[in-house]
């Protein structure tokens, strides 16, 4: 692609200005050792409540934890956290917001989107995700967890081509339905050069189901961690508490699934 942008050592000035901003966010992102993606093209299977779970396992290892809320235009992770309070997007670089010692960061800290909703098409969202990369300044950190928004398409072939991530924690559920988009979004990864970790079953009911198993096996990796379907999740989330910090057994699932990426 470079190539066809630049003959003979010209170079077209859109081209120019994307390649800018990409350098821009690789030193914003340069102080961080790992980022991990937390991925599936299905909605509602859990990557949230797995972000947010695997960002407190990490940090109650010891490491400096961020979270970034990677959901433009449905960003839920201040509600998961029971996050109010807003960046300050009158001086830049924005500052991430910390709770419980993990440095949180979502476009839902810029505005009070819920009453009016965000009804950008593609461009307007790839360009808010250029903007808040290169607007964000994390410091030094051990992990930057990134919560993806559903979709093959903008906004996750956005992050993964800006972002620099080390690789990706694939969501599933034991459906049949999840089990499908869970491949897309790893074949995604993929292709686009990414290293999968894993896949975590979410909402499983007794064993790792074939469904969850056969993503991993069509991915060329292993179930890292499965995660029952317990009503006290939501309840928890709804809250704005993070589940792990109230229940042991969650807590010990997302240390396991920690203990499977790379230190
Ligand atoms: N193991 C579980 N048991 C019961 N409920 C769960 C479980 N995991 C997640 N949930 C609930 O399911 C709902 C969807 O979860 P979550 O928001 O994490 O999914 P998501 O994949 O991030 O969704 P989206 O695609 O909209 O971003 C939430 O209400 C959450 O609390
Ligand atoms: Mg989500």
């Known amino acids: 692609m470079e190539a066809e942008n630049s003959r003979e050592g010209q170079v077209h000035?859109?081209?120019?200005?994307?390649?800018?901003?990409?350098?821009?966010?690789?030193?914003?992102?340069?102080?961080?050792?790992?980022?991990?993606?937390?991925?599936?093209?299905?909605?509602?299977?859990?990557?949230?409540?797995?972000?947010?779970?695997?960002?407190?396992?990490?940090?109650?290892?010891?490491?400096?934890?961020?979270?970034?809320?990677?959901?433009?235009?449905?960003?839920?992770?201040?509600?998961?956290?029971?996050?109010?309070?807003?960046?300050?997007?009158?001086?830049?670089?924005?500052?991430?917001?910390?709770?419980?010692?993990?440095?949180?960061?979502?476009?839902?800290?810029?505005?009070?989107?819920?009453?009016?909703?965000?009804?950008?098409?593609?461009?307007?969202?790839?360009?808010?995700?250029?903007?808040?990369?290169?607007?964000?300044?994390?410091g030094e950190l051990d992990y930057l967890v990134i919560d993806l928004p559903p979709g093959t398409s903008d906004a996750p072939l956005t992050i993964m081509q800006v972002s620099g991530l080390d690789g990706f924690v694939i969501v599933t559920t034991p459906q049949k339905i999840a089990s499908i988009n869970s491949i897309r979004s790893g074949i995604m990864a993929k292709r686009l050069g990414m290293h999968i970790f894993g896949v975590v079953e979410n909402m499983s009911v007794g064993e790792t189901s074939q469904n969850a198993k056969d993503v991993a096996g069509e991915l060329g990796t292993e179930v890292i961690g499965s995660l029952p379907f317990d009503r006290k999740l939501p309840e928890l989330s709804d809250s704005g508490i993070a589940p792990c910090k109230e229940l042991s057994d969650v807590a010990g699932i997302f240390r396991s699934i920690a203990g499977k990426l790379p230190r």
Request: proline fraction near 5%; glycine fraction near 8%.
């Open 13 to 138: 000035p859109s081209f120019a200005g994307v390649m800018r901003h990409r350098e821009v966010i690789r030193q914003k992102l340069s102080g961080i050792r790992h980022k991990v993606g937390i991925y599936s093209a299905k909605g509602g299977v859990g990557k949230t409540t797995v972000a947010v779970n695997l960002a407190y396992a990490l940090k109650a290892e010891g490491f400096r934890v961020g979270l970034l809320d990677a959901d433009v235009d449905c960003p839920n992770l201040s509600l998961f956290l029971g996050i109010s309070d807003k960046m300050d997007a009158s001086r830049l670089p924005l500052r991430p917001i910390e709770k419980d010692g993990i440095k949180v960061a979502s476009t839902a800290m810029l505005v009070d989107e819920t009453k009016n909703p965000i009804i950008w098409r593609g461009p307007l969202i790839v360009k808010m995700l250029y903007d808040f990369f290169c607007s964000t300044e994390w």
